[in-house]
């Protein structure tokens, strides 16, 4: 082995030690969702006469191509259950492989972890070698257990290793691009950044890219999520595309290695420029807004870029799913309204539950700011524990309330012109803010955790997962009534609203305001971590 | 504090401390690593909660006066983190409007005492310049107590010399100063009276003339014919001799006769050093070198 790569081993270890929670429950979690899209697939589409009918609507949707992709085999039931899962689920798979691959090199490096470890017997290139081995290997984990389950699921077994692979192909290379801004950058939340911003843009690549006719332009072709489509699962599985992310890994990795080769330890390849030397934060909320304001703002272009998007679906929306079985769906899942308002209802409360998922990872900075040891500083003086909890916590609960406003606003823009109808504006907005209380309520459940069981506070994000699952898969799955009405989400008021919907809201926000006076006083009454 | 005990867990970090600070000194809180001397300034500011015992500061108590009482004092933690995205200038100016507010004239003057760059983000600091961030943060605020954990670790000796040098200003003005160190030199050079801290407990304090004894110096000397009678000495203690080789401990009164014997009897070599803390636990308190360890293992993570 390499002088600079000794040491790799006990680094893949010690990382396998510290994610031995965090990846099987991933795993686990695109095996159920894998496994339930494939099986329910059959029921949904029963005959090839209702998936070409679906399949065709699908690929005669403009919005509909740039945001999933198209069907290329209008027969296969594969590659119509699974047209969420080639480009969408698959960005999702490379955020989760940046997260980890960065997890590994930069934060460690900016924690000082790995200067620590440095001091013994490891080789310079060691600790990128095993942050990539362990990318690679939970991508690839991940592509052959979703390959099982799909074929478990009653697909094809060769599409299902197409499907399989072409996953795992993905997060090697997405891997592989963290490793490169890990070492670009000085901070894990800059390299963090400009990795997602990477996805984004092969993302954006690929949708414009699918629209062009009749199939995708170059421009697709420029993008590892569009080669992941072009993989065609269940539709011609062309295996020769693999190809493509595996050779992109094999030139990335040797250009991680020799930007690491040209800077120290906790350096990026950017000179840090020099900022004010006095401060215009005036107080802790401030301070919150500094730390916060970054993210939400990515969140907030994300949500309107979507909620555009699903607007302007509106008017498709009665011929995308003409299938009877499919309205059925539709109906039974999102309502007993109109089509239109069922399908926008249904993607309102997919918003919903995003904008929660942006709640608990702005209140989940109190957590982190505590074990990172800057709460020590800030209550040592005037400071009281609950104005700086409330610090976080406000701008927790005020930027879930922006983002379900922007996605009403932009969603009812978007389905006001494709409709000609300027009152949905109004009516989708109020639809849209409608589903604050329910992420109100996981966001205080953050609070509760971190005032009663702080170690415990990252798991709400298992929470979030369970209550999606039953959303999405609770009818399917038999799950007793009581258990479907634990989730908060469950009883949020659909479109369209009536007086009524009061109610619920109401419940919603009482349920929240308790778990965060719960939160409040265990805070208050706890010892401060470290 | 009166018989303060702080469980973590199974573990007993402060076993019945008593501990008091007069107005106006500066107070050396000394002890080895795991002692519990962080333990104690944390519990002083309400971070965390004692399991029995009294806690008074400034006649409040620190776990629910905590607004009133920090307007009063001024912190430095003894493991400075800091936000890697803002500027030092930025995070010593924000502390200390949350302080309350601090001098902008001494906050500049501080920065030119410390030579700190205060247009650099935290996360390009070494742990020195952050320490330092943290002190001329609460340095420059009109705190009437200072509670300052080992605030010299990562400080290289001319910025000790400047730190000790704003510890004594702090004293001429009347202030106090609770500082905890694990190095003896340090806490004798600046306290006007010393706790010593041992497994939880407070062992010895008082003013350092009367710790006297705590202080001897360790003196090894070759001679050419070893002179007999060195054990009567004034001050002169612990006397062994192998071969041409006398070491002995020695009070700083009984230094002078010890040189004046060792010099007639045809002096060699000649190494003399402070008493190391470790060296006086094991001295006066009879802990073996394994209790000390275990004294040090049972402290939380990161504790000091």
């Known amino acids: ?530 | 504090m009166a018989g303060v005990v702080k469980r973590f867990g199974p573990v007993v970090a402060l076993n019945g401390l008593d501990f008091s600070v007069e107005e106006g000194e500066v107070h050396g809180f000394l002890g080895p690593n795991g002692s519990g001397k962080s333990t104690t300034i944390r519990l002083l500011l309400g971070m965390l909660r004692a399991n029995a015992g009294s806690i008074r500061v400034m006649g409040f108590d620190p776990w629910s006066d905590v607004a009133r009482l920090h307007r009063r004092l001024a912190y430095v933690p003894g493991d400075v983190a800091l936000w890697p995205n803002l500027t030092g200038g930025e995070v010593i100016d924000l502390l200390g409007r949350l302080q309350g507010g601090q001098d902008a004239a001494r906050r500049d003057r501080l920065l030119e005492v410390f030579d700190l760059d205060p247009t650099k983000k935290s996360r390009a600091y070494s742990k020195g310049n952050r320490q330092k961030v943290a002190l001329i943060a609460a340095l420059a605020t009109d705190a009437e107590l200072f509670l300052l954990d080992e605030p010299t670790s990562g400080l290289d000796p001319l910025m000790e010399d400047a730190f000790r040098q704003c510890v004594r200003e702090l004293r001429n003005q009347g202030r106090t100063v609770l500082l905890s160190s694990h190095i003896l030199s340090e806490a004798e050079a600046l306290s006007d009276r010393v706790s010593i801290i041992r497994e939880g407990r407070v062992v010895e304090t008082g003013r350092l003339e009367e710790l006297r004894h705590l202080t001897r110096t360790s003196v090894t000397a070759d001679v050419a014919v070893v002179p007999a009678g060195l054990d009567a000495l004034p001050g002169v203690h612990d006397v062994v001799v192998t071969n041409h080789r006398v070491s002995a401990q020695v009070e700083p009164s009984g230094l002078a006769p010890l040189m004046r014997a060792l010099t007639d009897a045809g002096l060699l070599a000649l190494t003399s050093q402070p008493p190391t803390l470790e060296d006086l636990f094991l001295r006066h308190y009879g802990a073996a070198v394994p209790a000390v360890a275990a004294g040090a293992s049972s402290g939380r993570p990161g504790d000091a």
């Open chain 1, 1 to 530: 082995m390499r002088e600079t790569l000794a040491g790799t081993g006990v680094l893949i270890r010690l990382g396998l030690r510290r994610d031995r929670w965090l990846l099987p429950a991933w795993i686990a979690g695109f095996a159920v969702t894998t496994y339930s899209t494939a099986a329910a697939g059959a029921e949904l589409y029963p005959d090839v006469g209702s998936r070409v009918e679906a399949a065709t609507a699908l690929n005669a949707t403009a919005s509909l191509v740039a945001l999933f992709g198209r069907v290329y085999e209008p027969t296969s039931l594969g590659a119509l259950s699974l047209i969420k899962y080639t480009a969408f689920m698959a960005a999702i798979l490379a955020v989760l492989m940046v997260f980890i691959t960065i997890r590994h090199t930069r934060s460690d490096e900016e924690s000082g972890r790995l200067e620590l470890l440095g001091g013994g017997r490891l080789g310079r290139d060691a600790p990128l070698a095993a942050a990539l081995a362990i990318s690679f290997g939970a991508s690839l984990v991940l592509g052959l257990v979703t390959a099982v389950t799909l074929a478990a699921g009653g697909l094809p077994a060769a599409g299902s290793l197409a499907f399989g692979l072409g996953w795992a192909a993905t997060g090697m290379a997405f891997s592989a691009v963290a490793g490169v801004t890990a070492q670009v950058t000085a901070s894990a939340r800059a390299a963090t950044g400009l990795s997602l911003g990477v996805v984004a843009v092969t993302y954006a690549l690929r949708a414009v890219g699918d629209l062009a006719e009749p199939g995708p332009s170059a421009l697709s072709w420029l993008s590892p999520i569009g080669w992941n489509q072009q993989i065609r699962a269940f539709a011609g599985d062309r295996w020769w595309v693999l190809a493509l992310p595996l050779a992109l890994c094999a030139a990335l990795v040797p250009v991680a290695l020799a930007l690491r080769a040209r800077r120290d330890l906790g350096s990026g390849l950017r000179e840090e420029r020099p900022g004010p030397a006095r401060g215009s934060l005036n107080g802790v909320w401030d301070l919150a807004v500094r730390l916060q304001l970054r993210l939400l703002a990515a969140w907030a272009v994300a949500f309107v870029a979507f909620g555009v998007v699903i607007g302007s679906l509106a008017g498709n929306v009665t011929d995308l799913l003409s299938s009877p079985n499919a309205q059925d769906l539709i109906r039974m899942l999102g309502g007993t309204q109109a089509m239109t308002d069922a399908f926008i209802a249904a993607e309102i409360s997919i918003m919903g539950l995003l904008a929660a998922a942006y709640g608990l990872s702005a209140a989940n900075r109190l957590r982190d700011e505590e074990t990172d040891g800057h709460v020590e500083a800030l209550l040592g003086t005037a400071t009281t524990r609950p104005r700086w909890a409330t610090s976080h916590f406000a701008f927790a609960l005020a930027g879930v309330a922006v983002l379900m406003l922007l996605s009403g606003l932009s969603v009812g823009a978007g389905a006001a012109m494709v409709l000609s109808d300027g009152n949905q504006l109004g009516r989708i907005t109020v639809a849209s803010a409608a589903q604050i209380p329910a992420a109100w309520v996981m966001t205080s459940v953050v609070l509760a955790a971190f005032g009663w069981a702080p170690r415990l506070t990252g798991t709400v994000w298992g929470l979030l997962l369970v209550f999606v699952a039953l959303g999405e898969f609770g009818v399917l799955w038999n799950a007793p009534e009581w258990v479907m009405e634990l989730s908060p989400f469950r009883h949020s008021p659909l479109l369209p609203l009536d007086s009524d919907a009061v109610w619920p809201m109401l419940g919603l926000t009482v349920t929240a305001a308790a778990l965060a006076a719960l939160g409040y006083t265990g805070w208050r009454r706890r010892d401060l971590a470290p």
